[in-house]
């Protein structure tokens, strides 16, 4: 066989030995990905299998949901009304009532009244008195106005620097006012006597 | 036999330099796959078990169905004891 020969079928074997190589190494590859596609694919199964009810559940919990909002919407208005509502509302939820209630467009054009005003009189009056009561603790929005749990901090805030340790400053000269009277400087109310028989 | 020996030098210098770069390629890019799809496996596997919790959104549901059955009766009663507004 001439040189020339033997050269051409070196060659050969040369090139089918690099093919079985990396065919071989690219098949043991190939084999890897499978193996690692079905533990995706049963994964996924499960993940699909797990997450078909959520769809109605969830729809089913935001109906309810829905539903109550919106009947505790409707008593709210029915037994507080409007103005009051939305008042309260924006007193728990700063900003709340430029929303408005969700079943009643109508109240976005209510001016929300202040809360202190309309509900919260008496317990303005214990933070007037440092008996920390915890205005708007639960506001979502901020810290509470008068914390309970560090009451003594916000109570000294209530004394005028000259009266340590003595009652907190109240009435028209107090350092902090936290509502106005209509009646100061008018004439003291007087109830008309009811007569007994 | 001149043609002979160039083709032997084409096969050894051309032909086999591309067919071992073209494999070498197609083996490089299936090796590549292998850790993408065993990380794809290894989160689908903890996507899964995150899910493990859904079931527990049937009593969320049952809960809130009680919960705002409650809240109705007690709206009821509210509704009876308390004043309605009065229009201004």
Redesign the interface.
């Known amino acids: 066989m001439?040189a020339?020969?033997v050269?051409?079928i070196l060659?050969?074997v040369?090139?089918v030995l690099?093919?079985v190589?990396?065919?071989v190494?690219?098949i043991v590859?190939?084999r890897?990905?499978a193996d690692?596609?079905d533990?995706?694919i049963a994964?996924?199964g499960?993940?699909v299998e797990?997450?078909a009810?959520?769809n109605d559940?969830?729809t089913?919990?935001n109906d309810?949901?829905d539903?109550?909002v919106s009947?505790?919407e409707g008593?709210l208005?029915?037994?507080?009304?409007m103005?009051?509502a939305v008042g309260l509302v924006d007193g728990l939820y700063p900003g709340a009532a430029a929303q408005g209630l969700r079943d009643l467009p109508e109240s976005r054009e209510v001016t929300p009244p202040r809360i202190g005003e309309v509900y919260t009189r008496g317990t303005l009056t214990l933070a007037r008195l440092g008996r920390e009561a915890p205005i708007a603790m639960g506001n979502p929005a901020g810290p509470a106005l008068r914390n309970p749990a560090y009451g003594s901090s916000a109570a000294r805030t209530l004394y005028a620097e000259v009266r340590p340790a003595r009652s907190p400053v109240i009435g028209t000269d107090a350092p902090v006012q936290y509502e106005e009277r209509e009646d100061v400087g008018r004439p003291r109310k007087r109830f008309a006597r009811t007569k007994y028989v | 036999m001149t043609l002979w020996w160039i083709g032997n030098a084409v096969l050894l210098l051309a032909i086999l330099p591309v067919v071992v770069y073209l494999l070498n390629g197609v083996l490089k890019a299936a090796n590549g796959i292998v850790p993408s799809v065993n990380q794809i496996a290894t989160v689908a596997a903890a996507g899964s078990k995150d899910l493990d919790a859904t079931a527990l959104l049937l009593t969320t549901q049952d809960q809130v169905r009680q919960t705002v059955a409650g809240v109705a009766d007690y709206g009821g009663s509210l509704d009876v004891i308390l004043d309605d507004a009065e229009e201004k």
């Open positions: 001439p020339a020969g050269v051409t060659a050969v040369l090139i690099a093919l190589y990396y065919l190494s690219t590859a190939l890897k990905i690692g596609l533990q995706v994964s996924v499960e993940i797990k997450s009810p959520v559940v969830v089913d919990i309810n949901l539903a109550a009947a505790l008593l208005v029915k037994k507080a009304g103005r009051d």
